[in-house]
């Protein structure tokens, strides 16, 4: 029982590092930046001094504070951002899905078919058919509602 794949609990810590220092496509950012307000610092950075590191190394603490607390106060902004980024990233992502969907005008004696929706209360309904019959269009009263003959 010393195959790799046993021990996943030992990997879980480094899974969840990756997953909070990537920037997500959604957002723009890190979880951990929009969580803390900073970039996290990597560990390799510390080994292999980055500019970041360097600089930040040289800077007199009270200065460092200052910078800090700003971007601490920045965080808000940092937020907003990736707000405005989740809503430009849902707007692609509905043209792109949009795009096969062909509109047309229902128009009265057409034959369509009906949507069952399922009963939220009622699990064992989950496999019942979404679409219901062929019915005539009797009387268009709006949009989005019509009146259908069997």
């Not at 810590?13 to 929009?34: E, H, K, N």
């Not at 369509?112 to 399922?118: F, K, Q, S």
């Amino acid at each position: 029982m010393t195959r790799s794949y046993w021990n996943l609990s030992s990997k879980l810590l480094f899974a969840l590092w990756a997953y909070r220092t990537s920037v997500r496509t959604s957002t723009g950012a890190t979880p951990y930046l929009l969580t803390y307000g900073v970039e996290v610092v990597l560990p390799i950075e510390l080994k292999i001094l980055s500019l970041r590191i360097l600089i930040e190394s040289n800077l007199p603490e009270s200065e460092w504070a200052r910078i800090h607390h700003q971007e601490l106060c920045m965080m808000d902004e940092e937020r907003l951002r990736a707000a405005y980024h989740v809503q430009d990233y849902q707007r692609r992502i509905e043209r792109s899905f949009n795009k096969k969907i062909r509109s047309r005008e229902l128009r009265e004696g057409d034959m369509v078919l009906r949507e069952c929706r399922a009963s939220i209360f009622d699990p064992r309904e989950k496999f019942k058919p979404n679409l219901s019959g062929h019915y005539i269009i009797d009387e268009i009263l709006s949009e989005k509602a019509v009146k259908l003959l069997d």
